[in-house]
């Protein structure tokens, strides 16, 4: 049975959510209040305001909401318990925590994922939804998730055995906007070769913590674009990220990892992973997070 239901896709800075019905998308909307951005709001109205028009417009009083994301985190709605790895990807449907207070609607929250051992300490959320929507179109042993924060998800069957956090993404912003590796810099501007470039020397140099510098070094004597700094940056932090994880998630002969994300970041780290001569395959992230509700919905007994 198709079944009708909202899921909600609720982050750190955005809100995206998606209206099924009796199994088909007929309706998205993207908001800017992501946990961070509630503006003096609470949760609970921010939530009221985003399916009130959905409820309204469809008679759709008592429709479904399944959430994932930061929403489940000590900063967002209520604090929801992590599930330990190594854990089955079908477990996660069993553990969903209801939001009383987002009644009358019934709606739910998705737990996130946690690592807790001596060498490796680690939280997802949201990505786990993605996982779930990932595995069932595209098995693989090793996940890559990049954004701000890129995750890489070791996997045995549908088990995720660990997985690790690269703040690739944050570090490249800090290092523009907030230090002086980016002080006094030109409009950035898009450079493929530049990106390349960095690429290569990330991914050959094991030691990237001097190259930081020598990027100011570079553009002030004049042998870097001012407007290529951003390109450069991406790609040296690209490229040593996944050279680092290429060690530690490496892939068995035959296998390809799978690449989940838009595609305008996709494509940056698809260029490393060729470089790194690591077979590839791409999925939508917006595509698998949705197949992943999916999932769980029809996983679900309401």
Known sequence: ???????????????RAWLYLHGQCVDTLRSEAGVTRFNGQSAQQVFQQV?????DQQQQHNLPVVMAGMIGSNAGWISVPYLSCPT????????????????PVRAWIIPG???????????????????????????SSVYLMPG???????????????????????????????SLVGAGLAEQLPDSATFTQGLAQGFNDSN???????TRAAHVLGRLKRSSVSEWLSGLLIGNEVAQMQQQYPLAA????????????????????????????????????????????????Y
């Open 148 to 178: 701000t924060h890129s995750k890489w998800v070791q996997m045995q069957g549908d088990q995720v055995m660990d997985f690790r956090t690269m703040m690739t993404g944050e570090l490249h912003h800090l290092l523009l906007n907030n």
């Open 51 to 55: 399916i009130a028009p959905w409820r």
């Open 113 to 139: 994922l946690c690592v807790d051992k001596p060498d490796n300490r680690n939280v997802m959320r949201g990505e786990e939804t993605q996982l779930i929507g990932a595995y069932a179109e595209l098995p």
């Open 254 to 301: 035959g296998e390809r990892i799978t690449v989940i994300g838009n595609p305008k970041l996709v494509a940056r780290y698809t260029q490393a992973l060729e470089m790194a001569a690591m077979p590839y395959q791409v999925l939508d992230g917006d595509h698998a997070f949705q197949s992943g509700i999916r999932s769980i919905v029809n996983e679900m007994e």
């Open 1 to 15: 049975m198709d079944k009708s239901y909202i899921a909600i896709d609720w982050g750190s800075t955005n809100l």
């Open 208 to 214: 990237i913590m001097r190259c930081l510098f020598e």
């Open 88 to 103: 089955h990807l079908t477990q996660v449907s069993h553990q969903l925590t209801a939001v009383a207070e987002a009644e």
